[in-house]
Nanobody, 120 residues
Framework: QLQLVESGGGLVPPGGSLRLSCAAS????????MSWYRQAPGKERELVAG??????????KYADSVKGRFTIGRDNAKNTLYLYMSNLKPEDTAIYYC???????????WGQGTRVTVSS
């Protein structure tokens, strides 16, 4: 069964850190381009970070708002995608989703999301 399951969200104070995980099942995660998106209340879903498949994992991209603070990575042995988030800001508060990209901006598989709240 094709599935993505996110975890790791929670409440963190400004300046704190979190690691989000996205466990894949039913397919080999490293063979696909994968992305993290987020959706804040009242806002559209936005791309946070992406990592190219097939390659060694070094081909990544980030939204300007998270560059230098977030890092996307994957563990091929665990078939899991990660998002390492540091120096978190209140504006990072959102539900975070991982997605499998097929081509262009077309995604064919999404997780259920994990909520991140940055607040003191």
């Amino acid at each position: 069964q094709l599935q993505l399951v996110e975890s790791g969200g929670g409440l963190v104070p400004p300046g704190g850190s979190l690691r989000l995980s996205c466990a894949a099942s039913g397919f080999t995660l490293s063979a696909f381009d994968m992305s993290w998106y987020r959706q804040a209340p009242g806002k559209e879903r936005e791309l946070v970070a992406g990592i190219a498949g097939i390659t060694d994992g070094s081909n990544t991209k980030y939204a300007d708002s998270v560059k230098g603070r977030f890092t996307i990575g994957r563990d091929n042995a665990k078939n899991t995608l990660y998002l390492y988030m540091s120096n978190l800001k209140p504006e990072d508060t959102a539900i975070y989703y991982c997605g499998r990209r097929r081509f262009a901006d077309v995604y064919d598989l999404w997780g259920q999301g994990t909520r991140v709240t940055v607040s003191s």
